[in-house]
């Protein structure tokens, strides 16, 4: 059960709540918090207070971070962890943007110490609507004992990269290079790419990297009321880990980037199609693999070419994921969605097997208050 809100404070600010109630809420990755009584949990995903005027934009809470040209599955930031509590500025134009992120992540026990973990995030992007999109992003991930926000890294114009370098400082530092292009006609073509510890001589150790590519289309050779997409994903061995346990890019244990972590990839296919003006239809394939590489500490400062991925006994599943979604009258819709997924190398286990089955119902009521 999530229960929303959004309270209007002036005209241009407004606080976002959101409660969700699982009675098996552990389970989940974006859980913060701990089990109740009965298996009951609960907790608060949503807490923030927005704003804007003349450009200007602002934000203190809880919320989700997500980055790029797709809400789903992005490799820099996606809604796979726990939210962040963070404070989020930025200035925005009719073609381009600028957004500024500080946050404090969750702490690492050591057995006789505590690790303090923070990260301090940019990104430009531009736009020309109906043409393109293009985005650069860069992440500072640091912490350690008793070590305080780092000044230079709350600084918003200071390129990351460098700050560390001129400080000799062993901290993690991610950039994103994400694009959207709207061709052809009602179709686009879109990619992101990350880079974690990017080597400036290019040859002292493999740049860790994840990338995506895909096209999605709306109506493709005149199929009235289709709407498809492919896309395949790809995230390195290494990527997302590093030789210091507070530089690993995770949130309570929690992938930060793409959900699964690192060492695989995905094959894609979506198919939407506009039943009537209250149903839609929707079918989905994905062919996954993925290997015995982890987030993990890496046992030393440089990290070795690979030969070849994925590494270890690679875990293959195809699935299929059929759905329906009914947009009923007076704010109300539901979603009815059963998956099978199939599983070769179970569990990185040489020729073991295994099945699964799950079956979904969500229903949504949005409930209209107005306070004067």
Known sequence: ???????GVTDNAFVHVRARFENRGELLPQFDGR???????????????YWNNNGFFGSIGRSYILWGPEQRDALLFSANSPAFNRIWLGYQREHWRFDYIISRLDDVERPDSLLERY????????????????GVSE??????????????????????????????????IFFGLDFVIYWPERSRIFGELMVDDFQIDFESEPH??????????????????????FSYTRVNTTVYG?????????HFGEPIGYAGGNDQDRLLALFRYHLSRVVDLEMELQYNRRGE????????????????????????????????????PDLFDAILEGSYTSYDNFRHIEGATDERID?????????PILIH
């Open 1 to 7: 059960f999530n229960s929303d809100a959004w309270l």
């Open 35 to 49: 089990r109740w009584k009965e298996k009951f949990t609960g907790w608060f995903d949503n807490a923030a207070l």
């Open 119 to 134: 990260f301090s995030a940019h990104r430009l992007s531009f736009r020309k609507p109906g043409w393109f999109e293009f």
């Open 139 to 172: 992440v500072a991930l640091y912490g350690g004992v008793d070590r305080p926000l780092e000044w230079h890294y709350l600084n918003p114009f200071l390129p990351y990269y460098w700050e560390q370098w001129n400080r000799s400082t062993d901290d993690n």
């Open 208 to 229: 860790q990297v994840g990338y995506k590519l895909g096209l999605d289309a709306l109506e493709p050779f005149g199929l009235s009321r289709l709407f498809t997409k």
């Open 242 to 250: 590093q030789n210091q346990p507070q530089n690993l890019w995770l």
């Open 293 to 328: 590489g982890r987030i993990e500490q890496h046992q030393r400062t440089g990290v070795p070419f690979e030969e070849k991925f994925p590494i270890g006994v690679v875990e293959k599943a195809p699935s299929i994921r059929l759905a329906a979604r009914l947009f009923g």
């Open 359 to 367: 079956l979904n119902l969500l229903i949504t009521y949005y409930l």
